[in-house]
């Protein structure tokens, strides 16, 4: 049995860049970082950041292009992919490690809002939309009332 799959949470490093393969159908790449935070064994934090490059295809590749923007938060599921090519330049085979995403889901943007717009229009509208939250009851669950 073999799995190749990749799920990243992250954020935008540069706008997406669509085109179109000679068939047609459009491409978007991208470049996500994650970041990773511990202690090393002097108690000291450390953090390191590890930068991902992102292939999607298809209406997906249109949507991505459309709604995302540097900076914006998304998590991609997808599997890993690596290309080479001959450099003619560098007489030399290049190497890129992608993920080629089936999956991708707009996180919220620095606001805090949903990221849906790439766009910093305002709208006319007199008094901004509200977000639905969740109310969660404030008793605790008792695993034995749950009926599975």
Wanted: proline share 4%; hydrophobic share 30%.
């Amino acid at each position: 049995m073999y799995l190749n799959k990749a799920f990243i949470i992250g954020n935008l490093t540069r706008d997406p860049e669509i085109r179109a393969i000679p068939s047609g159908i459009k491409v978007c790449s991208f470049s996500v970082a994650t970041n990773r935070v511990w202690k090393d064994k002097n108690g000291q934090k450390q953090e390191s950041a590890d930068y991902h490059n992102i292939v999607v295809f298809g209406r997906q590749a249109e949507t991505v292009a459309q709604y995302m923007k540097k900076g914006s938060q998304v998590m991609i599921e997808g599997r890993m992919q690596t290309r080479s090519w001959d450099d003619t330049a560098t007489n030399t085979k290049k190497y890129r490690t992608e993920i080629i995403a089936d999956r991708v889901q707009f996180g919220n943007s620095s606001s805090g809002r949903p990221s849906m717009s790439s766009d910093n229009t305002k709208q006319d509208s007199p008094k901004e939309e509200e977000l639905d939250t969740i109310e969660y009851p404030d008793e605790q669950i008792n695993v034995e009332d749950i009926p599975f």
